[in-house]
């Protein structure tokens, strides 16, 4: 139970991680101080926030970078041990994909980054 718990917490830091450090690297693109960012909470959500970028694709990236981080994290965990608690984090980090679900933040705001993309390529 103990390897379960330690694993969520795990997935959950690594998934905001994932959006801090694309943001931090965006950031660097635009000119902006890399730690240009903040965080927020309420009873539901626990999220960073930034300025949005001017290009939809970054702000795309930086949507669907929580997600990720924390597989490909899980992914070298597995190849390097295999144990209970790679297994476990692994499973944890594949369901982590439901962020993405257009209900969620996540999912919102690659819906409105695809969204922006599409008015730009249009007009």
């Known amino acids: 139970m103990i390897d379960f718990l330690l694993a969520l917490a795990l997935v959950f830091i690594m998934h905001e991680l ?11 693109t635009e ?3 890399f730690y240009h960012l903040g965080f927020e909470w309420s009873f539901k959500y626990f999220y960073v926030i930034h300025e949005k970028f001017e290009a939809p694709f970054k702000n795309l990236v930086v949507a669907v970078s ?5 597989i490909a994290l899980s992914i070298a965990l597995l190849l390097t041990f295999d144990n209970q608690f790679s297994n476990i984090f692994t499973l944890l980090s594949f369901a982590n994909l439901i962020m993405l679900h257009p ?3 996540d999912g ?4 409105s980054s695809l ?8 007009g």
């Open 18 to 28: 994932g959006h801090v450090l694309a943001i931090m690297i965006l950031n660097g």
């Open 103 to 105: 209900n969620l933040p």
């Open 108 to 111: 919102k705001n690659i819906i």
């Open 66 to 70: 929580g997600s990720l981080f924390p």
């Open 31 to 33: 000119n902006i101080p």
């Open 115 to 122: 969204n922006e993309w599409g008015k730009k390529v249009d």
